[in-house]
């Protein structure tokens, strides 16, 4: 499997923007989708994006869909999320994930996962 570390999170005010990336390590990157997923309190882990192999194609969960850019650079191994217009609701554990399934926003769909970032966005 692919061994997947996250970084980027932090408080921010709301409005503000953070980039959140995921380094990949342990097996051929482009032969992955990746996704990202958060869970607040209490929450169900929630979809967030996923790109595909490539980098051609994006899908995104609707309370992310034009705040939210997922990226990704297979030179070096890394999927990136851009986080714009934040929201008090956006924070949440972060995490990235890797699958061979494109699209697909169910997260045991995704056989490797990061241990998260925390993103925390204060009002």
């Known amino acids: 499997q692919v061994q997947l570390v996250e970084s980027g999170g932090g408080l921010v005010q709301a409005g503000g923007s953070l980039r959140l990336s995921c380094a990949a390590s342990?097996?051929?990157?482009?032969?992955?989708?990746m996704g990202w997923f958060r869970q607040g309190p209490g929450n169900e882990r929630e979809f967030v994006a996923a790109?595909?192999?490539?980098?051609?194609?994006?899908y995104y969960g609707n309370s992310v869909e034009g705040r939210f850019t997922i990226s990704r650079d297979n030179a070096k191994n890394t999927v990136y999320l851009q986080m714009n217009s934040l929201k008090p609701e956006d924070t949440a554990v972060y995490y990235c994930?890797?699958?061979?399934?494109?699209?697909?926003?169910?997260?045991?769909?995704?056989?490797?996962w990061g241990q998260g970032t925390q993103v925390t966005v204060s009002s």
């Open positions: 342990g097996r051929t990157f482009s032969n992955y989708a």
């Open positions: 994930a890797a699958g061979i399934i494109f699209p697909s926003s169910t997260p045991t769909d995704f056989r490797s």
């Open positions: 790109i595909s192999r490539s980098g051609g194609s994006k």
